[in-house]
């Protein structure tokens, strides 16, 4: 990926580009007969990927047959069948539409933190998470979001705040920030923690993909990307120093970053489309 920055007119049209990516991959993967590693992410931005995908699925053939997925993270402790867990998000939103049959996803090549696994054996949870990539030749493709807060999966900044090198974050259980219990709608439920994937673990995918939807997400990309140059504040910066990620934002996103333009150009072409 040459270009650093991609704006889309609107949600729709980034959801549709980022789908378009990944099932390129997936086809080219398919074609070589190697497997397709996957990132996915929860939360309201990717939807629409998720949405186009299943449509791929149903309309044009997409073959999901050698598809390994990752997710981000996950609530812990937090029941699958919890409102808030993210296998229930994922298996609405995208497996439960693309399972079975021959094009299908297999059960087995989907993992997910788990928000069961009891407290003595998280450790070892999060070790063996990290093991299974490394054992599929790691991940191709990471999507990611990014939080109002600037973090990515559950890496808050606080997390960086006591001067921790982000290159020592890899999968693990965290306290979750007060703003992002409040963002995600956690007040009254309970959950204050989670297990992610560490900065260290997302810099080690192969390629990442950084959406960004929404006025509500245009400050915090102007003061990540944009402005003053890189915010490594924000933990979501970090990724301006890995080699194959791209942001594909849609303009409501972006609204904020025109006098920041340099600093992201810096990193490579704008393209607008
Ligand atoms: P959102 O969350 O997609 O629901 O805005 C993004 C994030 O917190 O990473």
């Not at 808030?84 to 298996?91: D, G, L, Q, R, T």
């Not at 997302?202 to 509500?216: E, F, N, R, W």
């Amino acid at each position: 990926m040459s270009d650093w920055l991609t704006i889309k007119s609107d949600y729709d049209a980034m959801s549709e580009a980022a789908a378009k990516q990944v099932a390129i991959l997936i086809r080219e993967n398919n074609r070589k007969g190697k497997s397709t590693v996957l990132g996915l992410a929860t939360g309201s931005t990717p939807t629409g990927l998720y949405k186009e995908l299943v449509r791929l699925y149903e309309e044009e053939q997409l073959d999901f047959s050698n598809v390994i997925t990752f997710n981000l993270d996950n609530y812990w402790p937090c029941d699958d069948a919890h409102e808030k867990s993210y296998v229930k998000e994922m298996n609405e939103k995208l497996f439960d539409h693309i399972i079975g049959g021959e094009r299908g996803i297999k059960r087995e090549n989907i993992h997910i933190p788990s928000g069961k696994v009891v407290e003595d054996a998280i450790e070892e949870h999060c070790i063996a998470y990290e093991e299974k990539m490394k054992q599929v030749g790691g991940i191709d493709l990471q999507i990611v979001g990014i939080g109002k807060n600037g973090h990515i999966g559950f890496n808050e900044p606080e997390h960086l705040a006591d001067g921790t090198p982000w290159y020592k974050l890899r999968t693990r259980k965290v306290d979750l920030s007060p703003a992002t219990i409040k963002a995600n709608g956690l007040d009254g439920t309970g959950i204050k923690s989670a297990i992610t994937m560490g900065i260290d673990t997302i810099m080690q995918a192969k390629s990442v993909l950084l959406l960004a939807s929404g006025p509500d997400k245009a400050q915090i990309i102007n003061e990540t990307f944009g402005a003053e140059g890189l915010n490594l504040k924000s933990p979501a910066g970090i990724l301006a120093g890995h080699e194959h990620c791209h942001l594909l934002i849609d303009e409501a996103a972006a609204a904020a970053i025109d006098k920041g333009e340099a600093a992201i150009k810096g990193k490579g072409v704008i393209a607008r489309g």
